[in-house]
């Protein structure tokens, strides 16, 4: 167990996590990728529509969950096993975006948001 906790840069993972979710707000606003997205995940914009509170939630840990495993692989100077891990998941959210019909920019525009995560977590790792 301990090496789930030990050497890890608790200020880095959740700097990285606050980063990684301001850039999720900013990939999916309108101002990047959120018009072409949306289209392309088959779901009819509305405006009225309350935030889904639940879903950013889930994202928000996942997110952290995620900045914590870049901060394993940094403690233990594992840098290939977090590339892996980022592989995978993009691998299986590009899986699950074919299964489901979406179209190729909205599979490449959540995979790509994936990638940025993990670029954005490492950097964080490296500077502090």
Known sequence: MAELTEGVNWLAVIIGT???FILGWA????MLFAKKWIEGINV???PDAK????????QLIGTFLL???VGITAA????AT????????IALIIANGIFTSKSSYAIAT??????AMAVVMIAVQGIL
């Open 76 to 79: 233990h100077n594992a840098l």
């Open 27 to 30: 990939w999916y606003s309108p």
């Open 67 to 69: 900045a914590w495993l």
């Open 18 to 20: 606050i980063l990684s």
């Open 110 to 115: 959540e995979a790509g948001f994936v990638a």
């Open 82 to 89: 977090i590339i892996l891990i980022v592989i995978t998941i």
């Open 44 to 46: 009819k914009p509305n």
């Open 51 to 58: 935030m889904p509170v639940s879903a950013l939630v889930v």
